[in-house]
């Protein structure tokens, strides 16, 4: 909970408006973003109806000392700044000729769409009502805002279900056969109010209240209460928002944009934010409407200039006439209007340096702004943004780097249909293109079901008529998102881009029945569990699944990522056991690799044979030895029995059938790295893992090695531990089997010898003691000998250790007296340090990082305070006992942001990642480098 301020200095409330603010836009923790832009707007002299702001502060307070004490203290605070309000404005609240009316609007210091809930018209009843008719002569709007006000102060503060409300909405419209809500009457709308008191009444036992000062406290209490919803704690959970105040509250003047055909309602940005293109002012609009009517599409809303309409009507198939008459642009019926804030737009991107969102009304023709904020947008926007502000000398090249968020650029990474494919598939309807991207999935139509079927390892794409908060969750698992309404500002629209998330909305021929479980488009009849492709960047969906190919990586991301390599200090490498995975990683930019697995290609088609029999005689072999006194297989062949030699003959000949394989494996690999390093992490898994633990695999197995089942059986209870991570594997297998490391350390070699500039670097796992690595490394050395001599090559071998047990990293110096290199194995060395076993830490890891006793999940964000202090431990120890060791990290750890932060800071050479990460981790070395 926040720390409260002290009793003296408290100042809850921030006026704007009238030409000055007390706040301004860098205090945003204070003030939320809306609350703090609107200061900074007003400061700035633009139209902004005057109000003020109840800061997050406040809300901390709010919680601390409950409600009735909180609203104690702000009283009189709260009642100077109405004054002021009143004044500034020449209205009265609650009362007189010119009432007051004003919204509550939350506001967080972090933008959250559609998390938290605007009560607009407050302070309207059956006084003002009457004071607004006589002052407007326009009995029909002051009807619609009241209805609008009941309803959202209904749902919003009263906690009355939203459809409630719409239901009589409907029946009223349905009796007087209208159709949308500008079409109906005064005496519909009366019908409308009438019909919600009596909702109000028998939902909450109490008339709708009277008291605009009631009104306002209550509107007051349910934002501050909002700030726990659980739509509110989802949107952080998913977003990784922590550590915030509370919500602010901002009460401000209303403006009208339902007064009438002169005045409209529209949200803008001042880019694009799918693709980050500056070709016209993007944004869209409706007349005689308020609030949030644009975005949940309850009309189709128009564009803002004539370009952007003539391309809209061109991608809706409206012809031109249809669009003149029924939705032409701003820039068309209201010019002076969309001049002013055409002038506003350049006026903001310039003072905030960033592509703008902006909401904004027009009260008989006059402008009003009402929000603006850096816009939410697609990475692909981002990318180009950032590199564009470059150009346009807004911001520096550090600058915009900082600008794009690492994690966003997954978005850029992945598939888009390939042309071909698209082309022949069948496309049943275009929508809008609303967020970029391929997506295929299976249909599904409720976000539970989404979350669901995702569980089971399906792809879905969801499916609705339009999306609210509540389907956040389904969202965020989906390929995709399609939805029947709403337009480019709807919510899934906004959402959707957020979350980096195919989406194509206000597909307007789509007809979604929940109840059947299908849609109907044209002639198509599509039911839950059929397959859809959706293009996110030309809003088109086709029916079944289209196949799809890697994006090209150029343009203002091949700028970007420049821009980064230009600016990080780290080293990139990757984590990769093949050579596909490898060209993959060399083409995102990868320097190296980091760690090549060798037993993912024991697991590969038949070897998995080889190496079975090789398991199978292995601990005879090494008891043989043990009790004959040899160290070698060769001195073991002469001395023991015929009987007893079986079993030798059998482990050479796996070792000779594997040698090839691996061989092969790494000229694939070598190849694929075109002379860049790669470190050969040597086997690593117990033998266990190896081995068919169901029946049908145990008798296939004994099958194919020609003895009986039981046998086998036997063998796997053998080799069966208790602890397995802690039990035999890493070097203490090559400690108990030196041939399979000199085996695989020969393997190396002589693909390294074959493949011209190879640069192998062999790597020792789960060293704890330094003598481990001695006589490992020993082993190797000795092969590496032998292979030159029999090649007659020069071969530079670097051999080094993994750095993945506490007491490695406690001993490094004394380890680096043997090790080239360390590279941190932050997994086994989280599990170790924190006690935490991998693959059983899931059950209550999540109520670790919700009680807070973990950040986060020390699995994949480095948990510095602990795992971090050994890494620096290591570090330090092993460059004191081996000045020019060449230090990395090859765990997951090495592709998250955060955590290649610190790697920075402790003077890592390189992170290692996947290949997928690699252009992330690229950016957040670059970021690391900057901040
Ligand atoms: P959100 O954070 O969900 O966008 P807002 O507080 O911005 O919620 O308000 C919802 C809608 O109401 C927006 O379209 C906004 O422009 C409009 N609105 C808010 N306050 C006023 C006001 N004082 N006058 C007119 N419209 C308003
Ligand atoms: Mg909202
Ligand atoms: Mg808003």
């Known amino acids: 909970m926040a720390k409260r301020a002290a009793k003296t200095t408290r100042k809850f409330i921030y006026f704007f408006g009238g030409g000055k603010s007390e706040g301004k836009a860098s205090m945003k923790e204070l003030l939320g973003g809306k609350g703090a832009n609107l200061a900074e707007m007003a400061g700035l002299g633009l139209p902004v109806p005057p109000g003020f702001t109840i800061t997050c502060e406040a809300c901390a307070e709010y919680y601390a000392v409950g409600k009735k004490d909180f609203f104690k203290e702000i009283k009189k605070e709260l009642a100077e700044k109405l004054e002021q309000l009143e004044k500034v404005t020449g209205k009265t609240f609650g009362k007189g000729p010119n009432p007051l009316l004003v919204s509550v609007r939350s506001g967080a210091a972090v933008s959250m769409p559609g998390m938290m809930d605007t009560v607009l018209n407050l302070g309207l009843n059956e006084e003002t009502v009457k004071a607004m008719i006589s002052l407007t002569n326009n009995e029909r709007f002051v009807m619609d805002s009241y209805r609008r006000f009941i309803q959202m102060f209904g749902n919003v503060v009263l906690g009355i279900e939203h459809h409630d409300f719409e239901h009589v909405l409907d029946s009223v419209k349905k009796s007087a056969g209208k159709k949308l809500d500008t079409d109906l009457t005064i005496n519909d709308l009366k019908k409308v109010i009438k019909q919600y008191k009596k909702v109000v009444k028998k939902a909450t036992g109490k008339d709708f209240p009277e008291d605009p000062m009631d009104q306002l406290y209550e509107g007051i209490d349910a934002v501050f209460a909002s700030w726990n919803n659980p739509r509110a704690i989802k949107y952080c959970q998913i977003n990784d928002i922590r550590g915030l105040l509370g919500t602010a509250v901002n009460v401000q003047t209303m403006v009208f944009g339902n007064s009438g ?45 004539i370009k952007g309409s003539k391309e809209w009507a061109k991608s809706q198939n409206v012809p031109e006439e249809t669009r003149k008459e029924k939705f032409p642009s701003l820039q068309e019926v209201m010019p002076e209007a969309f001049k002013e804030l055409d002038t506003i737009k350049v006026k903001l991107e310039n003072h905030y340096k960033d592509m703008q969102d902006l ?279 002469k001395c023991c029995s015929k009987e007893q030699l079986e079993a030798v003959t059998q482990y050479k000949k796996a070792l000779d059938e594997l040698l090839p394989l691996q061989r092969s494996d790494f000229i694939g690999i070598f190849k694929a790295l075109k002379g860049r390093p790669c470190t050969v992490r040597l086997l690593d898994p117990p033998l266990h893992e190896f081995l068919p633990h169901d029946d049908a695999g145990q008798k296939e197995m004994a099958g194919q090695m020609g003895i009986n089942k039981a046998e086998i059986h036997k063998l796997v209870e053998n080799l069966h531990e208790f602890n397995p991570m802690l039990g035999h594997r890493g070097c203490r297998l090559g400690i108990t089997y030196p041939e399979v490391t000199e085996m695989q350390v020969r393997a190396i070699c002589e693909a390294a010898a074959e493949v011209k500039g190879s640069k192998p670097e062999i790597m020792i796992p789960l060293v704890g003691n330094v003598k481990e690595l001695a006589m490992q490394k020993q082993i190797a050395l000795n092969t590496i000998e032998a292979v030159k001599k029999e090649k007659g090559v020069k071969l530079k071998v670097m051999i080094g250790t993994m750095i993945e047990i506490p007491r490695a990293a406690v001993t490094a110096d004394k380890i680096a007296e043997e090790a080239e290199f360390f590279s941190f194995g932050t997994n086994d060395l989280t599990q170790m340090t924190c006690g935490f076993s991998r693959d059983d830490a899931g059950k209550f890891l999540g109520d670790y990082v919700n009680e807070g006793i973990y950040e986060y999940d020390p699995f994949q964000v480095l948990d510095q305070t602990g795992v971090g202090e050994l890494v620096k431990l290591a570090v330090k120890k092993g460059k004191k006992a081996r000045k020019d060791i060449k230090l990395g990290i090859c765990g997951e750890h090495g592709g998250e942001p955060r955590s290649i932060e610190f790697c920075h800071k402790v003077g890592l050479n390189y992170v290692s990642c996947s290949p997928f990460r690699v252009p992330i981790a690229r950016l957040a070395a670059a970021q690391a480098a900057i901040k």
């Not at 934010?273 to 128009?302: C, H, M, W």
């Not at 198509?524 to 996110?536: A, P, R, Y």
């Not at 990586?553 to 230009?566: R, S, W």
């Open 261 to 305: 055909e002169n005045s409209a309602t529209g949200v803008a940005f001042t880019r694009d934010p799918s693709t980050g293109a500056n070709k016209y002012f993007y944004g869209e609009f409706l007349i005689n409407a308020q609030g949030e009517d644009v975005v949940a599409g309850i009309r189709t809303p128009q564009q803002i200039t």
């Open 359 to 637: 909401e904004f009304t027009i009260e008989d023709g006059k402008l009003y702004m009402l929000q603006t904020r850096n816009g939410k947008r697609t990475a692909a926007a981002a990318v180009k943004i950032a590199t564009d502000l470059i150009k346009e000398k807004l911001i520096s090249e550090k600058e915009a780097i900082l600008r794009v968020d690492p994690e966003a650029l997954d978005q850029l990474l992945h598939p888009v249909f390939i042309k071909e494919a698209e082309e022949k598939a069948e496309k049943i309807t275009v929508g809008l293109p609303a967020s970029p991207g391929a997506a295929t999935g299976q249909v599904v139509f409720s976000a539970e079901d989404a979350e669901a079927w995702v569980k089971e390892g399906k792809n879905v794409i969801l499916c609705r008529i339009e999306t609210s908060p509540e389907d956040i969750g389904g969202m965020n698992v989906a390929n995709g998102i399609l939805t029947a309404r709403g337009g480019m500002t709807s919510h899934a629209a906004v959402v959707a881009r957020g979350m980096g998330k195919c989406c194509v909305a206000g597909c307007g021929d789509v007809e979604i029945d929940y109840k059947k479980g299908s849609f109907k488009c044209g002639k198509h009849t599509v039911k839950e569990g059929d397959w859809i492709s959706l293009n996110g960047s030309t809003g088109t969906v086709y029916l079944g699944k289209v196949d799809t190919v890697e994006p090209e990586l150029t343009g203002p991301f091949n700028k970007i990522m420049k821009l980064a390599d230009k600016y990080r200090k780290l080293g990139i490498r990757t984590n990769s056991d093949t050579p596909h995975d490898t060209e993959v990683a060399v083409k995102f930019g990868a320097e190296g690799i980091g760690l090549c697995r060798t037993e993912h290609m024991f697991f590969e088609g038949h070897r998995i044979i080889a190496f079975r029999r090789l398991i199978l005689v292995a601990e005879t072999v090494k008891r043989l030895k043990d009790t004959l006194e040899v160290k070698t297989l060769t001195e073991l062949e």
